[in-house]
Structures are given as structure tokens and as C-alpha cells.
């Protein structure tokens, strides 16, 4: 998934914790298979190339993440939308060529880009309604795989365990004699999260920010954050932290704040989060969100 994923777990002996993570590590690469853009014959690009209009039955994980996704795209009034596919790659190429791309580029991209071009259907099929579509689920899948990840370790009896995949932190029961996984926490004065942490137990933490990645174009700074609306990176400087009940709601609500911020979302009561904008409106909005250690 582009990224390194790590695991952390008490086991009794060597074999059983080998035997658990050999296990998670063909889950995340079953997933990976299924759910990546990169590759032609991911289940996610083979269905991206049907005629439009042709209903397809999705695997379980690809219907459920779906799902899941179109859950948080209604409640941030389309903020978060895994069909930005099309945008994403036209920023990408701006981002390396440093060259913004035409109002007639991002106009083509946008009229195969919108959750309203999707239908899903209670039997896990579903069908794309626009020829050309590209769906990207990079802002929940890595959630998506911690969960699942974490889920494997349960299954082979090793509940104290914690699964990380870049800033998608998912924990299960706390280590011995802990309250929870301490978790460090980034800002956008210390992206690392070596100055603050919260304790993690049964919880997802995901952070989204761009103080590692961001080009420079015409004098402008731009986040490889990609705004659907605008179809370029944002031109704020934002952090956002996010804590859930599991890693795929975290990954698309920390992404989706990132766009639409607090105020612009309608979010579920149980997820708390850490909203931080720089510049002339510099602001830290909380919900929820724990004492910091």
C-alpha cells in the first residue's frame, strides 16, 4: 500500500507470534491486490474498466469499504471521495512537472469524478455510471488493512496487540499493566509526535497533514492533499488527528477534516478529533479529544 506497516503484540512463544504475522502479512497483501490503484489488475482497476453502466459483484472487502466510505463522502458533504481517481493523478503529474493544470484538464477530470456517478446495491454489486471513472482509495484503505490486520492477531489469540501503517494507528487490548498504547500525537510544531501522546485501547487513531509532502508552484505552496472542488492541493497548512472506534472511519475522517475542517462535517458523536490550521487564521479546534501525555 506504499507504505510500511508494523505490528506489536505479547505472545507465550516464537512460533505462535510468527505464525500470526506471516498471517497479517498475506491479509494486507490480499487487500493491497484488491484495493490498489497501481496495479492494472487490482480488483479495483478491473472493475474501474467495465463499460460503464455494467453491475459487478464486489468481493466482501471491496463492497464493505465501499460502504464505509460513502458513509463519511455523505457526511462531509463530499469532502472525502474515493472516485477522485482522475484529479488525483492529474495533480500528481502537476506536482512533478510543477506545472498546474489546465481549467480544460480538470474540467475533463472532473466529469468522471463524484460519488453520485456510484451505485451500490444491498447484494455487494455495484456499477459505474460514467465511462473512465478511476476510483482511489487511498484515504481509508490503510485503515481499512490495520483493522484487519489487528483482526488476524485476534484470531491467533493475541488480543494485546497494536498495528500501525504510516499514520494509521489501530490498538487492541493494552499491554500488561498499562492503560493503554501510547501513541504519539503530531502537530504541525512537532510532525513526529515526540512531545505529546494519548493512550490507546480498542481505538484508531489516523493523522493527516502535509508538513513532509508539498511542491511549490507559481510561488504558491500546495499540499498533496487534493481538494475535489478545486482539483488542486489545499494552499493551508493543516494537522489533523482523528480517534474512532476503527482505523477506516479514522483514515477517511482525518482525511476529510483535512478539507472541510469542523464545520463543514456532520460527525458521528463517537469520533473525537484535533483540527490545527496555520496562517493569518491560525486555530486549534478540539472534540473529544483526551488528555495529552
Not at 11 to 22: P, R
Not at 46 to 60: E, F, H, I, Y
Not at 139 to 162: F, M, N, P, T, V
Not at 260 to 276: H, Q
Request: aromatic share 6%.
Amino acid at each position: 500500500m506504499g507504505t510500511l506497516f508494523r505490528v506489536e503484540f505479547y505472545a507465550a512463544d516464537f512460533e505462535s507470534a510468527q505464525a500470526a504475522v506471516e498471517a497479517v502479512w498475506r491479509r494486507v497483501h490480499d487487500l493491497d491486490e484488491a484495493f490498489t490503484d497501481y496495479k492494472p489488475e487490482s480488483e479495483l482497476m478491473r472493475w474501474c474498466r467495465q463499460p460503464a453502466g455494467t453491475r459487478v459483484k464486489l468481493s466482501p472487502d471491496l463492497g464493505r469499504i465501499l460502504e464505509q466510505a460513502s458513509e463519511v463522502t455523505r457526511r462531509s458533504a463530499g469532502a472525502f471521495d474515493v472516485t477522485v481517481g482522475p484529479l488525483k493523478r492529474l495533480w500528481r503529474q502537476s506536482r512533478r512537472d510543477a506545472v498546474l493544470p489546465t481549467p480544460e484538464q480538470i474540467a475533463e477530470a472532473r466529469a468522471v469524478t463524484g460519488w453520485d456517478k456510484v451505485e451500490l446495491f444491498p447484494d455487494g454489486s455495484a456499477v459505474l455510471r460514467v465511462q473512465g471513472m478511476r476510483l482511489d482509495l487511498g484515504g481509508i484503505a490503510k485503515g481499512y488493512a490495520a483493522d484487519a490486520a489487528l483482526w488476524i492477531l485476534k484470531e491467533h489469540g493475541l488480543e494485546r496487540a497494536l498495528v500501525a501503517a504510516s499514520g494509521d494507528v489501530v490498538a487492541g487490548e493494552a499491554p500488561p499493566g498499562e492503560p493503554g498504547w501510547r501513541v504519539g500525537v503530531a502537530s504541525l510544531s512537532d510532525p513526529d509526535g515526540r512531545e505529546n501522546a494519548v493512550r490507546l485501547r480498542h481505538q484508531a487513531l489516523s493523522t493527516s497533514g502535509d508538513t513532509m509532502q508539498s511542491a511549490e508552484i507559481d510561488g504558491t505552496r500546495y499540499s498533496h492533499i487534493l481538494d475535489p472542488k478545486t482539483g488542486l492541493g489545499l494552499t493551508v497548512r493543516r494537522m489533523v488527528n482523528v480517534i474512532a472506534d476503527s482505523g477506516a472511519l479514522s483514515d477517511a475522517w482525518a482525511t476529510a477534516l483535512s478539507l472541510c475542517g469542523p464545520e463543514g462535517a456532520t460527525l458521528p458523536e463517537e469520533i473525537a478529533f484535533r483540527f490545527e490550521e496555520a496562517g493569518a487564521s491560525e486555530r486549534v479546534v478540539r472534540r473529544g479529544w483526551p488528555t495529552e501525555e
